[in-house]
């Protein structure tokens, strides 16, 4: 169901703790879904268990027709399409296939924060599953960790790096 000329992803917001649900609808409908998790050790009172989370929190990744919106929006869990500057909320391929490779290589050094930083110098990831992208350098907890910036969801990604694989930007 997706179009072959489609490039980006559009952000869909998810009813609390329905993503994994609503994924599996869209995928059972034939649709392109995209739900990045992440491996967390949760503590119960009696017991401690590895539990796979959305890495975003509310929000699932669909390419589609736009003649099955319809379809999309009548599906269990989903709330509506995220939008961003009066228009459908999009990320490109390029951003989810970093994510998927972010998540395959260093699952454990991957942070999700609200975007809401100031401080920082911007630069330029040259390698790694990240190369290319821009970003701003976050002393956090006496860690080098790069922030990625995905603006059209007001997210972005701390990633822990070394200094070796990021330059300035004048």
Same mark, same amino acid.
């Given at each position: 169901?997706?179009?072959?000329?489609?490039?980006?992803?559009?952000?869909?917001?998810?009813?609390?703790?329905?993503?994994?649900?609503?994924?599996?609808?869209?995928?059972?409908?034939?649709?392109?879904?995209?739900?990045?998790?992440? &491996?967390?050790?949760?503590?119960? !009172?009696?017991? /401690?268990?590895? @539990?796979?989370?959305?890495? =975003? *929190?509310?929000?699932?990744? %669909?390419?589609?027709?736009?003649?099955?919106?319809?379809?999309?929006?009548?599906?269990?869990?989903?709330?509506?399409?995220?939008?961003?500057?009066?228009?459908?909320?999009?990320?490109?391929?390029?951003?989810?296939?970093?994510? &998927?490779?972010?998540?395959?290589? !260093?699952?454990? /050094?991957?942070? @999700?924060?609200?975007?809401? =930083? *100031?401080?920082?110098?911007? %630069?330029?990831?040259?390698?790694?599953?990240?190369?290319?992208?821009?970003?701003?350098?976050?002393?956090?907890?006496?860690?080098?960790?790069?922030?990625?910036?995905?603006?059209?969801?007001?997210?972005?990604?701390?990633?822990?790096?070394?200094?070796?694989?990021?330059?300035?930007?004048?």
């Amino acid at each position: 169901m997706t179009t072959k000329n489609s490039a980006n992803w559009y952000v869909l917001t998810t009813r609390s703790r329905h993503e994994k649900k609503s994924e599996e609808f869209l995928k059972n409908r034939g649709f392109d879904v995209f739900l990045p998790l992440q &491996k967390v050790m949760r503590k119960w !009172i009696d017991r /401690k268990k590895m @539990v796979e989370v959305p890495l =975003f *929190s509310g929000y699932l990744f %669909i390419r589609y027709d736009e003649s099955k919106r319809f379809d999309v929006l009548n599906t269990p869990g989903i709330v509506r399409f995220l939008r961003y500057n009066n228009m459908d909320a999009t990320i490109s391929d390029s951003q989810v296939e970093a994510i &998927k490779m972010a998540l395959n290589e !260093i699952p454990d /050094k991957i942070d @999700v924060i609200d975007q809401h =930083f *100031s401080e920082g110098e911007e %630069i330029r990831i040259k390698s790694g599953p990240f190369k290319g992208f821009y970003g701003k350098i976050i002393h956090y907890n006496n860690n080098r960790k790069i922030m990625i910036s995905i603006d059209s969801i007001g997210k972005s990604i701390l990633i822990e790096t070394g200094k070796t694989v990021v330059e300035k930007i004048d």
